[in-house]
């Protein structure tokens, strides 16, 4: 609320809270620039692109003589000649499906390899509960700080101590910190079991996702491939290939380990005898990578437990963030706070 010239909390309930507000603004702006499906309407869209410039790819469809009809990808960017240099080749849309078809293959995971990673990211989200219980007392002792500090500006304000101007300047600084510790608190409020509920709603689209997107209707396959991915880059050189780029969390829980899978998938497809052992080395290699048990305990994994739950690049925060559906604070409002 704005008072001759000054502002104050308001003492009645914001209609939005500052996270939900940037995020509409983000979804808006992902309208703006978003792609029409009327025309020619397919599940790809939207989420497959360019491997040359990086613009959405385009649905065609290209009329023989003998009044076949060939539907292709082609680069948006090059068919609207802003970027009339890509060298990219219009191709043909049932071979992309069969591409991305092979993608949800490998990252296929079998139900014993599920439950052991379940196991693993289940230890993570419990250590970061003992660390969140443990330093929130510090921040809301920061907040109370921060809070008389403000308190005390107006006070100065109002008996002519400092000018109007130097104290809206400060008023603006105190804000951006308590906005932090504040989006932390309600962030990290929430319940842990609910997290863990996330992982199982997550876990399960990845067990056996190749069987799951290959059976399911387009409209599911959308959903499915805006939910586990950012996008696909497809390129058309002699071949064509499609590189995933995975969405969060599926990024921080499948990155690690999308080789071991694709290589214990490819065996099984083969039906190779080498398939239970190739199985065990991606158990050992989750548990090496979130530092779990006792492999390779000397290196340092990008989860590891000795770093602060509140700490502006944590891992395993944002990860648990990630599970929340609620964005970091480190990505829009860094700052430092002062010291407790």
Not at 12 to 17: G, I, N, Q, R
Not at 232 to 252: G, M, N, Q, R, Y
Request: hydrophobic fraction near 35%; include cysteine; charged fraction near 30%.
């Amino acid at each position: 609320m704005r008072y001759n010239g000054v502002e104050y909390d308001g003492i009645h309930e914001s209609l939005v809270s500052e996270e939900d507000w940037e995020r509409v603004q983000q979804v808006l702006a992902s309208h703006i620039n978003g792609e029409r499906t009327l025309k020619h309407p397919h599940y790809l869209k939207s989420t497959i692109y360019c491997g040359e410039c990086g613009c959405r790819m385009i649905v065609s469809n290209e009329k023989k003589k003998n009044g076949t009809v060939y539907p292709y990808f082609v680069c948006g960017g090059r068919h609207s000649k802003r970027f009339p240099d890509c060298k990219m080749k219009a191709v043909l849309i049932d071979v992309v499906e069969k591409k991305i078809e092979e993608i949800y293959d490998s990252l296929s995971m079998p139900r014993e390899i599920r439950e052991q990673l379940q196991t693993v990211l289940n230890k993570v989200i419990e250590n970061e509960r003992k660390k969140f219980a443990a330093e929130l007392d510090g921040l809301q002792r920061e907040k109370v700080k921060l809070e008389h500090q403000r308190k005390k500006l107006l006070e100065a304000h109002y008996n002519d101590a400092i000018p109007l101007d130097l104290m809206k300047s400060e008023q603006r600084e105190i804000a951006k910190k308590l906005a932090v510790i504040e989006h932390d608190i309600n962030m990290h409020g929430m319940t842990f079991d609910e997290i863990i509920g996330n992982l199982d709603g997550v876990m399960e689209l990845i067990e056996d996702c190749g069987k799951t997107y290959r059976n399911a209707p387009p409209h599911t396959k959308r959903l499915l491939n805006q939910a586990i991915f950012e996008r696909f880059l497809i390129f058309s050189d002699d071949t064509v290939t499609a590189e995933p780029e995975l969405a969060e969390p599926f990024k921080k829980i499948l990155e690690p380990i999308k080789t071991d899978l694709a290589v214990m998938n490819e065996a099984k497809h083969n039906g190779s005898m080498r398939f239970a052992e190739i199985a065990q080395n991606v158990v050992r290699h989750i548990r090496a990578f979130f530092r779990c048990g006792d492999y390779l305990e000397h290196e340092k994994s990008p989860y590891s437990s000795d770093s602060n739950f509140f700490e502006l690049n944590s891992s395993s925060k944002d990860f648990l963030v990630d599970l929340k559906g609620l964005e970091p604070s480190t990505s829009r409002m860094r700052t430092e706070r002062s010291p407790s």
